[in-house]
């Protein structure tokens, strides 16, 4: 079994920057894809991010693009995003999900799910 812990968030004022963190612990997931989904109140949960077991193979969601970059730490088993020029419309609940294969885009293809942390965006 994997578990993924994420850490990391807070509440920040639009246009500065935030890093989250994900730990993996239990059953490696170091050659399988790692990402980010986010869900805001009232809406769908959707794809930020995703990195592939190789670190090189990145993608992003394109509300993010240009903004996050994901990367991964492979002695620390971590993942993380790092989210500049914030904006209100990043608040949202953000996940760190897993799995065993390469990457992907769709929430129903992750094995593996974090609890969430918020991150909360001000005007």
């Known amino acids: 079994q994997v578990q993924l812990v994420e850490s990391g968030g807070g509440l920040v004022q639009a246009g500065t920057s935030l890093r989250l963190s994900c730990a993996a612990s239990?059953?490696?997931?170091?050659?399988?894809?790692m990402g980010w989904f986010r869900q805001a109140p009232g809406k769908e949960r959707e794809f930020v991010s995703a990195?592939?077991?190789?670190?090189?193979?990145?993608y992003y969601g394109d509300s993010v693009k240009g903004r996050f970059t994901i990367s991964r730490d492979y002695a620390k088993n971590t993942v993380y995003l790092q989210m500049n020029s914030l904006k209100p419309e990043d608040t949202a609940v953000y996940y760190c999900v897993g799995r065993r294969l390469p990457v992907a885009t769709r929430r129903n293809e992750y094995d593996y799910w974090g609890q969430g942390t918020q991150v909360t965006v001000s005007s």
């Open positions: 990195i592939g077991g190789s670190g090189v193979s990145t």
């Open positions: 239990g059953r490696t997931l170091s050659s399988g894809a």
